[in-house]
């Protein structure tokens, strides 16, 4: 029990003249020891990281799942779906797979289909429709799984596991550095009081021990916290290569809906030519501008608002002769496949992923086609299926 006692008066003694001497330095009436510039940059930097690794969790997880709920007080609660992984969370327990919205419009429009007519025009539309968004709902599922696991959790492994340590140690720096400077003032105090009054004073010898053991202790906690200051570099190699499965994850993830809407509007563009003969699939000018010949990632991104394949020759203009088609004087290229392409009818050539083929336009066509030429083979590509090369 005394020895207990003892205990807490001594840190209720330790805590005190830390007090003191935090607000001294505050006043201006205590000086304090300052660490080195490159510990302060590796202090700065940290700082840093933690401050964006969580801006850039927090938007994440609002792209994966764009649904946060303001509270009164102006903060970002967790709600619907959201709810459901922090009980789970808590719990320690896996989350279950839920329907994505693209599921789920599927599932509506496959009911309305079935009570509407599944043998009608407009029937037969949404269960095609429903087909693909369900397709869509579950490639999103399967990107938000990867990105979760690849990219979200070791963002927050770091700020809940290295990051903590970081800041204890950080703290236990702090205080020791608060120790040293109580000491530095006691003894610059006793050697004040033995100089007036001409005579040793055991309270310098006392006060220089005390110093020389907390000095000890600040560089050992200087030490530490540094090692672990340092260690963020490998916090940023480790983010980077995560960095990089969630760009290829997001990248897969378009790529598959890219190509899912583009069965889709073939699938579509069929239909709609029976019920309305003579008629496109889409507008007669391009939703978006034009793809660039020289951006390679922008032709292979950039999805297709124009014609479908019904036609090179717009509305009321005569059919392409393939036979007739002559390279232009402007010369050709050469592309790269990006992706299989099966022909629509016998206008058009069909592809092999990672192929070469070479490629040109000709006067009035259509900015989202080219003319592809393979051996003795020729016909009309899409350009979103090319990577043309310089």
């Not at 930097?45 to 709920?69: C, F, G, M, Y």
């Not at 599927?106 to 009911?111: D, G, I, L, S």
């Not at 960095?243 to 583009?262: D, I």
């Amino acid at each position: 029990m005394d020895f207990n006692m003892k205990k807490l008066a001594s840190d209720a003694g330790i805590f005190f003249t830390r007090a003191v001497q935090f607000t001294e330095e505050k006043f201006g009436q205590a000086e304090k020891t300052e660490l080195d510039a490159q510990f302060e940059n590796l202090l700065a930097r940290a700082d840093s990281t933690k401050n964006w690794t969580e801006k850039i969790l927090r938007q994440t997880e609002v792209l994966l799942q764009p649904n946060p709920k303001p509270c009164g007080f102006g903060c970002r609660l967790p709600a619907g779906a959201r709810v459901e992984e922090f009980l789970y969370e808590k719990l320690d327990r896996k989350v279950p797979s839920r329907v994505t919205n693209g599921e789920l419009l599927a599932q509506y429009m496959a009911e309305a289909a079935s009570e509407l007519g599944p043998t009608t025009p407009y029937g037969k539309t949404l269960i095609k429709v429903a087909e693909a968004e369900k397709r869509l709902g579950a490639a999103e599922r399967d990107f938000i799984h990867m990105a979760s696991i690849g990219f979200l959790t070791p963002l927050r492994t770091f700020l809940e596991g290295d990051w903590k340590t970081i800041s204890k140690e950080r703290r236990l720096l702090h205080n020791r550095r608060l120790d040293l400077d109580a000491c530095k003032a006691r003894l610059k105090k006793a050697k004040a009081a033995e100089a007036k009054a001409t005579l040793w004073n055991d309270e310098v010898d006392k006060a220089e021990q005390e110093l020389r053991v907390a000095q000890t202790e600040f560089d050992r906690q200087a030490e530490v916290t540094r090692l672990l200051l340092e260690g963020i570099s490998s916090t940023h190699v480790n983010h980077l290569r995560c960095l990089h499965e969630f760009v290829e994850s997001q990248t897969t993830y378009y790529a598959q809906c890219y190509r899912h809407m583009l069965d889709l509007q073939k699938q579509l563009g069929s239909s709609q030519g029976a019920i309305f003969p003579g008629t496109f699939v889409g507008t007669t000018e391009p939703a978006s501008p034009p793809l660039s010949s020289t951006s390679p990632t922008t032709a292979a991104a950039t999805m297709p608002g124009g014609p479908s394949v019904a036609s090179l020759a717009p509305p009321g203009e005569a059919a392409l002769h393939l036979e007739e088609v002559a390279p232009p004087a402007s010369g050709t290229r050469k592309a790269r496949v990006l992706y299989d392409y099966e022909a629509a009818d016998s206008s058009e050539l069909a592809l092999l992923a990672d192929e070469l083929i070479t490629v040109y336009s000709l006067p009035g066509m259509d900015p989202d086609w080219l003319i592809g030429e393979r051996g003795n083979k020729k016909g009309k590509v899409p350009v979103t299926y090319l990577e043309l090369l310089s």
